[in-house]
């Protein structure tokens, strides 16, 4: 539910540090869009 999602981000980002980057899914599956957004950032998962 990308409404719980977005309630969870807007509590969390603030304590995060400034450069901390945030990213949210508001849709699809996570579990599948992990290993696209990882790739796009070079990151190994």
């Not at 990308?2 to 509590?11: E, G, R, S």
């Not at 070079?42 to 998962?45: E, S, Y």
């Given at each position: 539910e990308?409404?719980?999602?977005?309630?969870?981000?807007?509590?969390f980002a603030p304590?995060?540090?400034a450069d901390h980057l945030l990213v949210m899914n508001m849709c699809g599956r996570?579990?599948?869009d992990v290993f696209t957004v990882a790739s796009a950032l070079?990151?190994?998962?």
């Open positions: 990308p409404a719980h999602a977005l309630a969870h981000v807007m509590k304590q995060q540090a996570g579990d599948k070079g990151v190994a998962l």
